[in-house]
């Protein structure tokens, strides 16, 4: 029993910032590679950033500069920060996470319900 909790969403007006946090709570008993998704109305769903156990980060070009993510493993939370937004970022934002949720050595995927980020012009 795992569960993925976004919070930080909201609207900016394009130039602005928001923070995006996701935590898992329950039966964690790690947390392998960590990322966010987005999916905006009519497009597929987007790889956005990861963050792998050594810190080693990967972004979409788009948010190349502009985004950060980061995670904290003793609160088991990953975070976007995201900076000088465009219209083009809005879009329902999830976290997702390989958990380990036994004592046993495997991991699980895992899904947050998503965070909507509205970026005006």
């Known amino acids: 029993q795992v569960q993925l909790l976004e919070s930080g969403g909201g609207w900016v007006q394009a130039g602005g910032s928001l923070r995006l946090s996701c935590t898992a709570s329950?039966?964690?008993?790690?947390?392998?590679?960590m990322a966010w998704y987005r999916q905006a109305p009519g497009k597929q769903r987007e790889l956005v950033a990861s963050?792998?156990?050594?810190?080693?980060?990967d972004y979409a070009d788009s948010v190349k500069g502009r985004f950060t993510i980061s995670r904290d493993d003793a609160k088991n939370t990953v975070s976007l920060q995201m900076n000088s937004l465009k219209p083009g970022d809005t879009a329902v934002y999830c976290c997702?996470?390989?958990?380990?949720?036994?004592?046993?050595?495997?991991?699980?995927?895992?899904w947050g319900q998503g965070a909507q980020v509205t970026v005006s012009s």
């Open positions: 329950g039966s964690v008993f790690g947390i392998a590679i």
């Open positions: 997702n996470a390989m958990v380990r949720t036994t004592i046993l050595q495997i991991y699980e995927n895992h």
């Open positions: 963050i792998t156990t050594d810190e080693i980060t």
